[in-house]
């Protein structure tokens, strides 16, 4: 049974933390020969911020065209959606939060338009997961990227009881999260977890 993995790399350093905590997710995923992984790095996406204009609650569609037209299909088709960002200024990085805010064409498409975004059969079958890493030790240094990752996950139609996270903090330098004690054994364990999960409900 094909398992459809979507991996969002969301910060505009390549390569640093939190890539390679998704890359350690992906890993694990990817010994799963079902197991098909698209991996995006959002720097080199091409996806233009929300405009606001509101256009899609009328055209069921983005009046921008640049790569959400690729990113959109992709979105629903996916069994499994990861976003990965570091932390900024306590927020999701640019990158992501575009991500995020061009997602208000699922948003218009379920709650102003009242059509489905995935079918009937694949609801609750989804999963997604949140990977992040911040460079404060802070205990709250995550708090604000969590109500925007759901908003992003609500309106693609994965639950919030589905939804996975893993948050790295006190990882600043690019290559810290390799001396970090436990992030690379949590990340496979997730990938291993999350893969044998989406097994049992694509049988169901």
Known sequence: MPI????FAGSPRR??????????????MEEDPDVT?????????NINPCRGCNACEKL???????????YHDKIIAADCILISSPVYCLGLCAQVKALVDRAQVFRSRKYVLKLPVV???RKGKRLGIFLATAGQSWDYV?????????????VTDVRNADIHYLMINSVDEKGAIDHHPTARVDAQALGTMVIAELKKRLAA
């Open 142 to 154: 995550f708090d604000a990227t969590v109500p925007a990752i759901k908003c992003f996950y609500h």
């Open 37 to 45: 992984i698209d991996k995006i790095a959002l720097s080199e996406a």
């Open 15 to 28: 390569h640093g933390n939190s890539e390679t905590l998704l890359d350690w997710v992906l890993s694990a």
């Open 60 to 70: 069921n569609k983005c009046v921008q065209r640049d790569g959400m037209d690729i």
């Open 4 to 7: 459809h993995v979507l991996a």
């Open 119 to 121: 079918p009937p059969e």
